[in-house]
């Protein structure tokens, strides 16, 4: 009866958005009518069909639904989160109207153009969501009055099976039903934290449990090194008996980790990442506004570059810019672009100023640099020297959002491992540090700032960043 209720539940769905991208195409044909179509609804809806029409939109109902179904969202996601859904969505429906717009292209449909398009996709894309969420909201009205619940089993009885499990059933809107847990010792002290708990039978008796029992999902809560041959017995069982089988996937206990599952020509596979859930997914788009906004910018800031240019290069001997070796993703190594701010010889002289450091752990910062020009002075206090990293962002060596690039210097003083954990994003011309107080930040505090800028990040983060920087420019406070 699940199994039929769930097939039911997938070809509505897949009958549901095709039904929605009808809906939405012919309403926008309507509303932006060429002078072919009727301007009165009933003669739009009376008009007569080609055969080459219907074998059309056939074949875009079919792609549709395909590409729907790559993006995943033909799948149970009872445990998924709505905004991941939207978001799957949202790419489902603008690579499928897209792929409605080249063959509308190919094929010379004078019809459909630009506004219908655009206003296909819009409406479509709405109209989606809308329907799905309501479909799930309904669901979940099910589930929470006690229908259309979920047998549960948990496999363990740990304070890693118990917390898994508190926090599963404490989601009512999830529908499952706690039958118990499965272990050769359950403590009942510790299962008081839930009020269904308690023990089903013990783990050689669970071929006996899942043959007797009506159980529609086990969760797999044990110790991986210890007991990895019965875990691989009962998920092999679960598999013969067409069972869902769930197993958290922090075997390994990473405090910063995170996980996330795929398949590679039909091999499962376990993806371990540290950082923000997003990054997997968004940071293309995050390349893509680096790419547009510096080029934007290199064009608006021409003037301003070439004047700056200009006064470096008639106020002190030595070329324009300065390129340094900095670290980069992943521990790459790049040539960075400043305008130069220091006297030519200044690398030569840093060993001679060691001694004179002021700032904390491998920085090296001392107030009032002898080595720093006149105008220099003036394009470090306003991080204006700052500028022709666009060009680095522009070659995707930085970005504009990201942990600043160190030296090799501070980078070879770095004896904290956790530290280094900042190479694992593209860094970039401004960041939390640069917004939290810059050069008064301690360097154990910038480090912590920056890893919590990696974890946090988003698109969101990022444009708040940016519009904090600006204000920070006008005050002239960098060294």
Known sequence: ????????????????DILVMAVTFFTSLYLHAPEEYPSELLDFLSLKIKLINIIAFFMLGIAWNRLFAFFGLYEVRRLGNRFREWWDIFKAVSISVMFFAAISFLTSRRNVGNEVLLTFWASCLVL????????????????????NLRKVVFVGSGPRALDVAQKVMSR??????????????????????????????????FPRLIDEQVVDEVFICLPIKSYYEKIRKIAHICQELGIVCRVPSDWFELTTGKSSAFSLNGI???????GSENQLEQLWIKRTMDIILS?????????????????????????????????????????????????????????DLEHMNQADGPAFKIENDPRITRIGKWLRKTSLDELPQLFNVLQGEMSLV????LPLRDVMGIDERWQKRRFSMRPGLTCLWQVNGRHKVRFQEWMKLDLEYIDRWSLGLDLKIMLKTFPIMLKATGQ
């Open 172 to 205: 009512s809107e999830l529908g499952y039903q706690l039958l118990g847990f499965v272990d050769d010792y359950f403590d009942t002290v510790q299962g008081k934290a839930l009020p269904t708990a308690k023990r089903l039978c013990g783990l050689d008796e």
């Open 295 to 351: 080029t934007l910018a290199l064009i608006l800031f021409a003037p301003l570059l070439t004047f700056i240019a200009f006064l470096i290069k008639v106020s002190s001997n030595g070329p324009v810019f300065f390129t340094q070796e900095r670290v980069g993703f992943n521990r790459r190594l790049f040539k960075m672009i400043k305008f130069r701010t220091m006297v030519e010889n200044a690398e030569t002289l840093l060993a």
């Open 268 to 274: 499962p596979m376990l993806t371990m990442y540290s």
């Open 402 to 405: 990201g942990p600043r690039p």
């Open 128 to 147: 989606t969501i809308v329907a799905r969420t309501a479909v799930r909201e309904y669901l979940v009205y099910l589930r929470t009055h006690g229908r």
């Open 1 to 16: 009866m699940i199994q039929l209720r769930k097939k039911v539940l997938a070809k509505g769905t897949r009958v549901l």
